[in-house]
């Protein structure tokens, strides 16, 4: 199986390459579109800050290539912000791929959240073998609201969308690499999707 992530210089691209191997796969970093077009699985990661990954996305034609892969595509945290309509994040447009804008956490709650959070509502294969409120590790100011896309929903002041699913494209707001057994879980029901 031909395993690529992103490489487009936002993210914690070792660790999820780290998380792979553990489950016995080798992954690719690319940021060559032949490479990205002719894998089986994409993982589309990103640590950082919205407008200036969506820039770097631009520069190198991967913020139009993204959308019309036809494989399974997985954005983890900033990765799946960045397939939204908009993020208020730099006043930023997104991918599209998720009819839905990020916004941020209001005033009341401590951003960002970090740490350990559950997510329920599990409504996706993505989430095969993985326990409704599992917790997983979430470092983030920016959310999804609830939306018709939305396969888990977490709570942190309000209920937010934690996953999405549409088509061949699914996007995880906590970061899997990071979230021991359950998190390994979920990589793995990726990768065999």
């Not at 770097?56 to 990765?79: E, F, M, N, S």
């Not at 896309?149 to 990071?178: C, M, W």
Request: aromatic share 10%; proline share 3%; hydrophobic share 40%.
């Amino acid at each position: 199986m031909k395993i690529v992530i992103i490489n487009y210089g936002a993210g914690n691209i070792q660790s999820i390459k780290f998380a792979i191997q553990r489950l016995g796969y080798e992954a690719t970093l690319s940021d060559n579109a032949e490479e990205i077009k002719t894998a089986d699985k994409v993982i589309f990661p990103g640590v950082g800050e919205a407008s200036s990954a969506m820039e770097k996305l631009r520069v190198t034609g991967l913020d139009a290539l993204i959308p019309t892969l036809k494989q399974p595509v997985l954005g983890i945290c900033l990765g799946m912000q960045l397939m939204c309509k908009h993020c208020e994040e730099g006043d930023t447009n997104g991918l599209n791929i998720f009819d839905v804008d990020v916004v941020k956490f209001d005033a009341s709650k401590k951003v960002p959240q970090i740490g350990w959070n559950q997510i329920e509502n599990l409504t996706s294969d993505l989430f095969k073998n993985v326990n409704n409120k599992e917790f997983m590790y979430l470092v983030h100011s920016f959310y999804v609201p609830l939306n018709d896309e939305a396969i888990a929903t977490t709570e942190y002041g309000i209920k937010y969308a934690s996953a999405l699913q549409k088509d061949n494209f699914y996007g995880v707001q906590f970061h899997p690499e990071k979230s021991s057994k359950a998190g390994e879980q979920i990589l793995k029901n990726f990768l065999e999707l």
